[in-house]
C-alpha cells in the first residue's frame, strides 16, 4: 500500500514516497519545492509517480497552501489527510496550554524523535531540535510527556533581520569561530550559537527536571551546520516529520 507524506513548511514542501504507510517502510521517491512553485508538482515531479494509496501530511504554512497542495493532488484518487496537533496521539502526551495550536510540524517530529528513542533502548528524557526557516527546541520527559519548547528565529531571519534593522551591516556568509574578528564572522558566528546556546539551555532545564542526562536528536535541512557547534552529545537524523508520518499512519491506516 503505497503512502505519500508531505511536510509543508514555512519556505518548502517536502515529499516522500514510501512502499507502506509504516515505520522502516522502503523509499520510493522524494522531492522538495519552494513554495512558489508547488502548482506545478502535478506536471513535474508527481507526473511519473507510482499513484499514493494513503497520504498524510503536516502543514504549517495556511489554508490557502493546504488547498493548493490538495489541488495538485488531485491526479490521483487519494484522500488528503493532515495531522492536526492533539492532546495525545501515537505514545505522546502533549502539555501545551492549548494542544491543537501547536504546530503540527512540532508535534509529528517529535513523535518521530520519540520512536527513535524508544527503538534504541529504554526511555529517557529527550531534547528534539528541528532547524530550518525558524527554529523549534522542545523537550519530551522520560514518560512521553511533551512538558513545552522554544520558538526561535533560524539563521537565515536572524542574518535577514539584522541587515534590515541596522544602518550598517551587510551579511556576506562568514565562518563559525569562537572569537570572531569580523563582520561575516561575527555575523554566521552569532547566530550559530545563538541557537547552540538555546538548545544547551533546554538541554540544562530538562536534565535539572528528570535527573537524568537527556537523549538530543537534531533534524532539519540545516542541521549538519549546527552539528560543530552543539554543545552535547546527539543524534542528527534526516528527517524526524516523514518518520512521525509513518508512525501515525501505521496507528491510521493499520499499516
Ligand atoms: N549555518 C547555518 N546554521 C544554522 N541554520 C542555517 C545555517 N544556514 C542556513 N540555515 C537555516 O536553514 C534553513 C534551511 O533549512 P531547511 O532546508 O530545513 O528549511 P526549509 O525546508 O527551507 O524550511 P521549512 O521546513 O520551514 O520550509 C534556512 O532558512 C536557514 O534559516
Ligand atoms: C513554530 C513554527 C513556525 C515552526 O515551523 C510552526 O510550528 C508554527 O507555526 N507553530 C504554531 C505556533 C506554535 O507552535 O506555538
Ligand atoms: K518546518
Redesign the pocket.
Known amino acids: 500500500m503505497t503512502f505519500l507524506a508531505i511536510?509543508v513548511?514555512?519556505?518548502?514542501l517536502?515529499w516522500a514516497l514510501y512502499d507502506a504507510p509504516r515505520p522502516g517502510a522502503a523509499l520510493i521517491a522524494h522531492g522538495?519545492e519552494f513554495l512558489d512553485h508547488i502548482d506545478r508538482l502535478a506536471e513535474g515531479s508527481w507526473e511519473s509517480l507510482p499513484h499514493p494509496e494513503r497520504m498524510l501530511g503536516c502543514v504549517?504554512a495556511g489554508d490557502a497552501v493546504k488547498r493548493r497542495v490538495q489541488e495538485q493532488m488531485e491526479i490521483w484518487d487519494v484522500t488528503p489527510s493532515w495531522v492536526v496537533s492533539s492532546a495525545q496521539e501515537a505514545g505522546l502526551t502533549n502539555g501545551y496550554d492549548h494542544p491543537s495550536r501547536l504546530g503540527s510540524?512540532r508535534w509529528v517530529a517529535m513523535i518521530g524523535a520519540r520512536h527513535h528513542v524508544l527503538a534504541r533502548g529504554p526511555a529517557r528524557p529527550l531534547v528534539v531540535v528541528m532547524?530550518?526557516?525558524?527554529v523549534t527546541v522542545e523537550c519530551i520527559d522520560t514518560e512521553g510527556r511533551f512538558m513545552g519548547g522554544l520558538i526561535l528565529p533560524?539563521?537565515?531571519?536572524m542574518l535577514r533581520a539584522l541587515e534590515s534593522g541596522t544602518a550598517g551591516l551587510h551579511v556576506p556568509t562568514g565562518e563559525v569561530r569562537p572569537f570572531p574578528t569580523n563582520t561575516s564572522d561575527a555575523l554566521?558566528s552569532g547566530?550559530?550559537y545563538a541557537?547552540a546556546g538555546a538548545v544547551e539551555r533546554m538541554y540544562q532545564h530538562l536534565l535539572q527536571h528528570c535527573g537524568q542526562e537527556p537523549a538530543c536528536i537534531m533534524t532539519?535541512?540545516?542541521g549538519w551546520?549546527?552539528a560543530p557547534s552543539m554543545t552535547r552529545p546527539f543524534e542528527l537524523v534526516d528527517n524526524l516529520i516523514f518518520d512521525g508520518l509513518l508512525e501515525i499512519a501505521a496507528q491510521r491506516f493499520g499499516g
Not at 513548511?9 to 518548502?12: E, H, I, S
Open positions: 511536510d513548511g514555512n519556505t518548502r517536502k522538495a504549517v510540524d532547524v530550518g526557516t525558524a533560524g539563521h537565515g531571519i554566521t547566530g550559530t541557537i532539519g535541512g540545516a551546520k549546527m
